[in-house]
């Protein structure tokens, strides 16, 4: 599969809603953008974990109530316009002109199950013409975050990335502008997200987008021993603190 | 009631799992807060919107799945020790000996709904002789956070509050722990939060507590029109970005 090019001159794409049956490329990504970040060492997420915090009833949150995970598709043929109104979210669409071919060596290990294109073709009631041919190429993972200062909650983005044979085709874009527009539907009034300093390219892009960065603010974290300790405390009863 | 003592030589506190008799006294807290940080310009909290993000059905997820408060309350009374074990969260009692005698001239602002103590001692299956004799001093508010990196989620802790006259007696430590000791019970690996850069008594604070201060992460937010401006490209369809 090594040389050949996988897209030409023109690209389908499609941001939804993820399903369990996408755990295992989420997974795949996941370990992608932490080694991209340098943060394998402490990367522990597994495919059960993934299936844990997104789908399963250890966390009885619907989809934007808690953590939600939204896919980026691609494919060379086109998706379905008229696909029945989700209720949930609709699927985005967007076809991009590339201005130069793309060759994705990694294309097979990141095919859509089948049993996704299976659930699609139902709910769009006729078979896809593209079942066979659509692969995952980034996803965004985000909850909803709320402050005792505002009427309404804001989406706090956690992750969000692309494969890098489809950088710089305006993908990145596409999935924040997902997040942001399920915030406007839902009356949300921000979307919040971190940057490591050293992303320049990430912050060029963000600023670009209108955002602003808060200054002065120090985030801190409460973890290993550190966090153990209070687990103690709790046991200790009468006034040490 | 200006001038006389309303704490002496002990206090006794507890922190429990607000409940929608906590909104007007959390409403009020939270405005408190906003003064604190010089935000009360942009705070925009009503009692509906507390009522709606914690305890309706526009946030169909249980505690401690979203958005979640607990309540700091003290009384010159004891808190029944031997209260039937809650299922979702166990309060947390402290007695706390004072160095000096404090003053609290809000006190009755602050004064727990009977509502509240009545759901308390049908738990506890007895009244409780501190019905009348409870008042509300601080708040913390928090939601679970999740990493694609990581297999457990975390805690994050948006707003930590005492009243000025209850500040240095440990109770913000008593809040944080309450949480802390919630993310442990509940197989979580972390606590984050926000500092703002100029409140130092708050960093030493926590960074006596052993958390740490995350280096080179920047906090974005797109909001305003910034945000709107997502709602129509979303219309926009085509290969526009």
Redesign the interface.
Known sequence: MAEKISFNTQIFSRVRLATESDVSH?HK??YQ??KYHN?TK?????KA??TT?LFKSD????PF???TAFILEVSSDSFPQNTLKNPIFDP??????LVSPILDSDLELFRTNNNISSILSEVDNKPLSSDNNVFVAG?V?F????????????F?I??M?VRECYRKC?FG??LF?AV??Q??KLGF??????????NENA?DF?LG??????Q????????????????T??QD???K?
Chains 1, 2 share one sequence.
């Not at 009034?189 to 050293?198: A, H, P, Q």
């Open positions: 989420l990504l996941m953008m932490a943060y402490v990367f522990n997420a597994t974990s993934i915090n966390n009885p949150c619907p109530y808690s953590v985005i669409l967007r076809t991009v002109n996803y993972l909850y909803p975050c709320y402050s005792g200062y505002f009427e309404k909650p804001g706090f956690e992750n990335f305006g874009k596409m502008s942001a527009s915030a406007i009034t921000k979307v919040d997200w971190l940057t490591v300093g050293w912050i963000y987008m209108g955002a602003y960065i808060m002065d603010v120090k985030r801190f974290r409460l973890s290993g021993d550190g966090l153990d300790a209070f687990a405390n709790d009863g009468g006034d603190i």
